[in-house]
């Protein structure tokens, strides 16, 4: 966290508990033995790499909040 604050960034803790299993598109939660890496959701039929599903949802985690209230995001300089 101190390497972000010396970049001027903020560190979201986010509860990963999940992430891998549910899908970003339609919040569908299919569990799958760790050595599946593609994730096929048999609800929205969205097909992802297992690791880019759980990159996502941590992100939207991270956008929503713990009480699923949006939070601002800081802009960078120069964006």
């Known amino acids: 966290a101190y390497k972000a604050a010396e970049a001027g960034r ?3 803790k ?3 508990k999940y992430t ?3 899908c970003p598109v339609c919040g569908h939660r ?13 609800q929205c039929g969205a097909l ?5 599903a759980a990159a ?7 956008w929503t909040g713990p009480s699923g209230v ?3 995001c800081p802009r960078s300089p120069g964006l």
């Open 10 to 12: 903020q560190v979201i």
């Open 14 to 16: 986010v509860d990963p």
């Open 20 to 22: 891998s299993q549910d």
């Open 30 to 42: 299919e569990k799958k033995p760790l050595w599946v890496r593609a994730y096929t959701c048999p």
């Open 48 to 52: 992802l790499h297992r690791d880019v």
């Open 56 to 62: 996502q949802n941590i992100l939207a985690r991270a």
């Open 70 to 72: 949006a939070i601002p």
